[in-house]
Every structure is written in structure tokens, then in C-alpha cells.
């Protein structure tokens, strides 16, 4: 049971910042609970079903009207361009979790770090430039925007590389403000995630297990709790220094896993 507490925990935490819960989920899991690697991976994918459960609760309004502008064909931008990220990350996501026992998490990490210097990077210019633009909502995103995040999506499938920090990445790339690309980027994770966590659950019997069950329960717990911590303080932070404090912390996560990896 503690080793469900304390994974669930994690994941409930780490799942929305810009390092891989994944990935450290699958390193403290091989280190200190004596799982194989292809084992650590998934209890680190089943354990997003606590998670994504979360957003929904929490952003059940939201895709409630959502789904009744998709349903009944009146879509706009962001319901729109909701599904074709959707179907990005899935056609993306499900090959690479198809051969997880063929990667490695200092595939993803490698990835982390050169996201992190380009945000770095980019924040500086930002901060010097005077010229920022925060002024794009969710519904201006683009089809050009869905592939790009749809894409970056699908790709953290890979051990290593965060979801959140690479769709954030993206989206405060793209010119949306910093609220709403955390907003987004926690509402994309639901689908896939939900779908990811429900595939590796059945087939390793995740659900039945004690670690499974407690680890998924505690996820859920703490990920409503970081949900609306990290909403409140992206609102009292400038931009420049936003995408500068994501930009650090995907590139000390990065280094992080592939040191201890």
C-alpha cells in the first residue's frame, strides 16, 4: 500500500509540471520497489488514470459544452481544433506505446533537455525584447497549433519526456497566454491519457493490484489539488519569466533522469 501512496503521489505532483511523472515514476519503481522496466512503465501509464480524473472533475463544465458543440455540429475553433489534437497524439502515442519495452527514458530526457534550453533561451529574448505577446485565447488556435501540440503529445509517450512541459512549451511558443496553455494542456490529457492508463491497466491487471488501486486513488487526490495551485500562480507570474521557470525546470528534469536512468 505505501508504495501506491507514494506513486500516486508523484504522479499527482509531477503529471503537471515540466518533468516526465512517467519517467520518474519508472526510475523510483525499478530503484526502490524492484520492478522490471517494462513493468515500472506501466503502473507509471496506469497511474495517469488518477490524474486525468482529476481534470475532469475539475474542468467538467468545460467539456461538457465541448462536447455538445461537437455533437451537435456547432463547433468553433477550440472545440475543433480540441479533437484534431486529440487524434494527433493518438496516432502518434499508440505506436510508440505499442513498443514501450524497446525504448529508454534517456530517449525522452535527451528530448527535455534541448526543449528546456530553447525555452530558456526564449525567455531571455523575451525579457530584453519588450515586444511580448500574450494575447492569444484558446480561441485562436490554429490547425497549424493542433499539429504542433498534437504531435509534441503523442511524442511524450516516449519515458522521459513530459506531456505537460512539451504542450506548454508549444502553446507559450505560439503566443497563448501562460493560463490557458496550462488550462489546455491539463484538459488534452484527459482522452489520451485516460485512454493510455485504461490499455496498460487491463493488461498487466494494474486495477486488481493494491499498488494499482491505492496508487491511482492517491493520484486523483493530489492531481485536484496541483490542478488549481498551478492555475492560481501561472496567473501571478509574468510571461518572460514563466516560459523562463518551465524552461529551467524541463531542463533540470531532464539532466535529472538522465543521470539517475
Known sequence: M????????????????????????????ELF??????????LGIWLHSGTSLAALIIFREDLKVLLLQLKN???NNFSRNYAYTTFISAIIGVPILLFLGEINIQSGSAVMVLIGLAMTSTSIFLKFSRVIKDERSLADISIKDSILIGTM????????????????????????????ALRFSFMLSIPVSLGAALVAGIRYGLPQSTVGAVGAFTALLVGLVSIKALLVLSGKINFSLFMGIAGIAILLGGLFQIMVS
Open 2 to 29: 505505501l508504495e501506491g501512496i507514494i506513486s500516486g503521489i508523484i504522479q499527482g505532483i509531477f503529471e503537471w509540471l515540466p518533468v516526465s511523472s512517467q519517467g520518474v515514476i519508472t526510475i523510483v519503481s
Open 33 to 42: 520497489m524492484d520492478y522490471e522496466f517494462e513493468s515500472a512503465i506501466a
Open 73 to 75: 455540429s456547432n463547433t
Open 153 to 180: 503529445q503523442g511524442l511524450s509517450a516516449i519515458p522521459g519526456l513530459s506531456r505537460s512541459g512539451v504542450t506548454v512549451a508549444v502553446m507559450l511558443g505560439r503566443g497563448l497566454g501562460r493560463k490557458d
